[in-house]
Structure formats: C-alpha cells, structure tokens
C-alpha cells in the first residue's frame, strides 16, 4: 500500500471546494448587513484550544469547524465601515486568484517557470506606476516593513564595498539615517534589523502638518558629520501612517543628492495617489528616490498579503543578496533555466505566487479603475472632515491632507485628560455595538479617532453613520455615569 495526500474521493472534495466558493462569495457580497465586529465567545475561545489532532478528521467536518469558530470573528477589513491602521480589503477575485497561485503551488523563486516571469510583469507594471526606470529593480515582498527592511540592507551594502561581508566594522564610524519623527515603526526596525541602531536613526521634527523640518535635517546632518559620525541615508514618507502626511520629497532628495545619502520612500499607502493626475504635484520627488516601498494590500485593496520595493540600482539590489552557490545555478536549458532567480533580491528563497493576484486584479480592473477607487476615498475623507468641522461637539485634530482623518469628541468643557478616556471609551464601544472600526493615535496628547480609508466598499453614508454615532455614544455615556 501507498500513500498520498490527495482525497480518496476528489468528487466530494470537489463538491465542498463549489460549496467553499459559493459561502465565501456570499459572505463578502452580504458583509454590509452584519456588524463590523464580533467578539470572540468563550465557548469558541476554548474551542481553539485543542490538542494536536492524531488521527483523519473528515473534511466536511473541518470545514464546518471554520464556519463556526474562524469565519464569524474576522478582523473584518471587508466590511464598508473598516477603517482601522491602514488596512485595504481584499475582493473577490483576489481571492480566486490565491486559490489559483495556491492550486499551482508555485515556488516563486527560481526556475524556468510562468510564475517567474509573472512577478517580472508584475515589477515592470510597478516601475510604470511610479515612474521608476525599466533598468531598475524590485521584488514583491510580504508587505511594506519587508520592503523598508529589504531596501535597508540594499542602501548599507552599497554604501561601502566591504559591510556585506566583514559587516558593520568595515566602516570606520557610526552609520545614521534621517528621517522625520513621524515615520512607521517598521522602518525603524529595519535600521535595528541591519545593525545600525535605532539610537543611530535621527528623528527630525515636523511642522503643524506633520511634514519633516527640512531644514532641521540639514543641519543635524551637518552637526552630525563634524561630530565624526557617517550619514548614510534618508527615509522620507510620502503619506506618514498617523496623518496622511507627505514629506516635501523633491527637497529630500536634494539634500541626499548633495550630502551624497541613499534616499529611501515609505509610500506603502501614501504613494499610491501617485497614480491620479491631480495628487501628482503633492507626491514629485517620488521618482527621485534610490528605492521606493509600497503596499499591494492597503490602498490597491489586494487581498492579503503582497507588498513591493523598487530600487533604482538594479546592479546595487542585485549585489545585496545575491550569494553564488552550487545548488542555485541557472542553467541553459530546462527547469534550471530561466530569469535571475529572485532570492538574489531578497531574503527568502521559497516564495508564494504572491504575482498571481496582482498580474490578474491589475487586468481585472486596469489601472484607471484603481484611480477612481483612491479618488473616492480621497473625497471620503474630505466629507468626514467637513461632517467633523461643522459638528459643534466634534473636533478634527489633524490637517487632512490624504485618505486619514483624525478627530475627537469634544464638547468644549472638559479637561484633556478626560477627553482621552472618553475618547478611548467611545471608540471602544464603537467596535462593540459593531458600528465601525477606525483606530486610534495620540497626536499632540490628545487621543483621536484615526480613520483611514483604505476601503472600496465605503459610502458616503458610512461616515455620516459613524458621526452620528460618535456622538450618540459619547452622550450616552453621561447619561449612564
Ligand atoms: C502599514 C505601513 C507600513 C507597514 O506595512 P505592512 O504592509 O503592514 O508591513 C509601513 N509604513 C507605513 C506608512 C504604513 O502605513
């Protein structure tokens, strides 16, 4: 006797896979009529709490198990009044195509094979959107923080022959990077990640809008150069993830042009306006920088999880991770042909057919579509901040430059101390009555509501609900007290 792992009988197998897609179908084209959250029960709490499974369980019977104790408690990014972090969410096709990429099980990594040359459109199409050279480079990645990590590892190799491999003391001197009180935790720990130190990242002041103090960095650069330390790179950030704010990136990429820096962009939402006509002139200097990073998730609605970095030096990226090794040598005919494999461009070497659903969304809608989806977001936002200002208890706390608005409950006779609990009470709330599920950040001290919409199935209406409810809340809460 043999084994496989393949069902014993591919006729019922086949006829639960029908089921599966007709349950999810249905469960994404009904999401507007269920709460935007559930909490977990305890019964299904201690249901995910069993013991390695030893023997076969039927596949019917794994599958109810979903429905029951997975399905009902997503973080829920589908649902139109999503709004929390920056979180995109997801479509239908995208999720046939995973099932595809997945079917094929393609290890994306090296080989002469579809799916190489698949994430090669992929990265080409990338280049397009942001205006990168065709003679750059990039690579697909599992979201922005991989990216801003992988072009972290890129910006130092290159910047001395020997770092890649005698490391960091190949240098004599410590290495800093630039970049604006503002920018994503993720990028901070891709400078830990690559042993520079986030002592060693300068944090640079912004203005009221939350945009970098160039001139600030100017001179830190400079005081930082006379104290014998080697300033190596800026990170500039087109859309920071509190507000939404886009650095001045021509005036970045001056100054990493004169002090001779790598400049790097964090634009894993914020660039993507880039792709409408209007938004153009906010974003120059995109196509200034030495790499770029960007989500496919967030704000090209992409199911989960696919993200990307673009590096100008194809040769530099190349020279980072490439590593030449006998069981990984293209050869000139057959499977071991094919493109440069990609694990010269990345840390890992098996890799998803992540490409799949960006090559078939990007085909599927075509690149005007995703610009008048962003645009409707745009003007969503606008909305919610006019629905804010002229709402005598409500009070936006940022400028709102993009897709994020920040704002609090405020009826103008409490301390900011009392504020912030309420505040936070009511956004709790908010996500247990299952009206809406924006976040939260704290700006100047003051706890504010954080919407941003990443979201395609967002109406109008949805924010006009969410207005109203923040302040049906807030007065019930001192009804209650
Ligand atoms: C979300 C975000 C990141 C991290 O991206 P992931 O895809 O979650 O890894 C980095 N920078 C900014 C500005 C972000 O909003």
């Known amino acids: 006797m043999e084994y496989s792992l393949d069902p014993p009988d591919w006729e019922a197998l086949r006829l639960l896979g029908h089921r599966m897609v007709d349950d999810m179908m249905e469960y994404l084209r009904t999401a507007r009529g269920r709460k935007a959250w559930e909490k977990m029960p305890d019964d299904v709490l201690s249901d995910l709490q069993q013991s390695l499974p030893q023997g076969p369980q039927k596949a019917t019977a794994v599958y109810e198990d979903f429905l029951h104790n997975v399905l009902p408690y997503n973080t829920n990014n589908i ?17 046939l195509s995973d099932m595809l990429a997945s079917g094929m099980n393609a290890n994306v990594s090296i080989g002469d094979h579809s799916a190489m040359y698949i994430e090669k459109q992929v990265l080409d199409w990338s280049k397009e959107i942001f205006g990168f050279p065709p003679s750059s480079s990039g690579i697909l990645t599992s979201g922005a923080s991989m990216a801003n990590i992988t072009s972290m590892v890129v910006a130092r190799n290159h910047f001395h022959a020997s770092i890649k491999q005698k490391g960091l003391r190949a240098v004599e001197g410590q ?7 503002e920018t994503h935790s993720c990028a901070i720990k891709g400078i830990e990640v690559v042993g520079i130190g986030s002592d060693n990242f300068r944090k640079v002041p912004v203005d009221e809008n939350y945009k970098v103090r160039t001139k600030v960095m100017r001179t830190m650069i400079e005081e930082d150069r006379q104290k014998g330390l080697i300033p190596f790179c800026i990170i500039g950030n087109a859309g920071t993830v509190n507000t939404g704010a886009i650095d001045d990136l021509e005036e970045l990429a001056a100054i990493a042009k004169a002090e001779g820096l790598w400049f790097h962009i964090d634009g894993a939402f914020g660039a993507i306006p880039y792709i409408l006509p209007e938004c153009k002139k906010q974003l120059k200097g995109l196509e200034l920088a030495d790499s770029l990073s960007f989500d496919y998730h967030k704000w090209f609605y992409m199911n989960y999880e696919v993200g990307c970095v673009l590096i100008k030096d194809a040769a530099a ?13 293209t050869h000139e005919r057959g499977l071991s042909a094919g493109p440069d494999p990609l694990s010269n461009y990345g840390m890992e070497l098996s890799r998803g057919f992540k490409a799949l659903k960006v090559w078939m969304l990007l085909k599927e809608h075509g690149i005007k579509k995703y610009a008048q989806m962003v645009r409707q977001n745009l003007h969503q936002a606008q909305y919610l901040a006019n629905l804010v200002k002229e709402h005598k208890e409500l009070e936006l706390l940022a400028d709102v430059p993009m897709n994020i608005v ?14 912030n609990a309420c505040n936070k009470e009511i956004l709790m709330r908010l996500h247990e009555e299952g009206i809406a599920l924006p976040s939260y950040t704290v700006l100047k001290d003051k706890y504010a509501i954080r919407v941003a919409i990443t979201n395609h199935r967002s109406r109008l209406e949805d924010f006009a609900e969410l207005a109203k409810a923040t302040v049906r809340i807030a007065n019930e809460m001192f009804v209650t007290q």
């Open 175 to 181: 290495l800093t990077v630039y970049g604006s009180s």
């Open 79 to 95: 649902h139109p009044r999503f709004w929390g972090w920056v979180q995109g969410g997801g479509t239908p096709f995208g999720m």
């Open 406 to 419: 920040c704002y609090r409950w405020n009826p103008g006779r409490m301390s900011n101390e009392a504020l």
């Open 317 to 329: 990226h190349r020279a980072a991770f490439s590593i030449p090794v006998n069981y990984l040598m």
